[in-house]
């Protein structure tokens, strides 16, 4: 069975520090691995996503993900943030091959709180 | 394009009350699936579906029933509601089971039951 673990529940960042929003996964082959990013009262918006190639992924908002298979780990980070960042933010994986009928499955998400 | 539309956004049952969550899309998408969030709890796997016709069960399918009869809708059917069904449920669309684009989600429906 595929999983993701978030091991942190909140992540406190002063504006215009880097940020990083920590991510490990378990599948079984290779991943596809995906960010997303929810405000308050709204959806899921989709953020980025590493299927194959550049472990370096860059995605929206300035957003920017690095897939490291050894460490089954993958990082959002930004390098300047926002107020505007703080959101929940879930990491979600699937494996890449068979599709899967389980579909993508998340992690528990990681509450961004960047402070002014 | 109005992407993944779901009704309604927000709704109070009574223990033991039926209801339909509406859910439907106009991106022509093979998969569908629901989820519900929880806190502390990230989003679970209701139920989904590769296409019209074919539906299975998720991680917490108990309580839940869906079908798909068009592309278009997914609707979930709560038979007897129960407090532990109080959640947040999210409908989201792909364009199949095996892409690697990643689903599209609803807004949400926020159920209390009491």
């Known amino acids: 069975a595929q999983s993701v673990a978030q091991p942190e529940d909140q992540v406190n960042v002063a504006e215009g520090n880097p940020l990083t929003v920590k991510c490990t996964y378990s599948?079984?082959?290779?991943?596809?691995l995906f960010w997303y990013v929810q405000y308050p009262n709204r959806g899921l918006q989709f953020l980025l996503k590493?299927?194959?190639?550049?472990?370096l992924v860059k995605g929206s908002y300035g957003f920017e993900a690095e897939f490291n298979k050894s460490q089954t780990s993958f990082h959002l980070k930004k390098p300047s943030a926002l107020v505007s960042d703080s959101a929940l933010y879930f990491c979600?994986?699937?494996?890449?091959?068979?599709?899967?009928?389980?579909?993508?499955?998340f992690g528990k998400g990681t509450h961004l709180i960047i402070q002014p | 394009n109005a992407g993944v539309t779901q009704t309604p956004k927000f709704q109070v049952l009574k223990t033991g009350q039926s209801m339909t969550l509406q859910c439907a899309q106009d991106?022509?998408?093979?998969?569908m699936s629901w989820y519900r969030q929880d806190p502390g709890m990230g989003l679970r796997l209701i139920h989904y579906?590769?296409?019209?016709?074919?539906?299975d069960q998720g991680e917490v399918p108990n309580g839940y029933n869906v079908s798909r009869s068009t592309t278009e809708d997914f609707p979930l059917r709560l038979l007897s509601a129960a407090p532990s069904q109080t959640s947040v449920y999210f409908c989201?669309?792909?364009?199949?089971?095996?892409?690697?684009?990643?689903?599209?989600f609803g807004s949400g429906t926020r159920l209390t039951v009491v």
């Open positions: 989201a669309s792909s364009l199949s089971q095996g892409n690697n684009y990643g689903y599209t």
């Open positions: 599948v079984s082959g290779n991943p596809y």
């Open positions: 590493y299927i194959t190639g550049d472990n």
């Open positions: 979600a994986v699937r494996a890449a091959a068979g599709g899967g009928a389980d579909g993508l499955t």
């Open positions: 991106m022509n998408h093979e998969y």
């Open positions: 579906s590769v296409g019209a016709g074919i539906t």
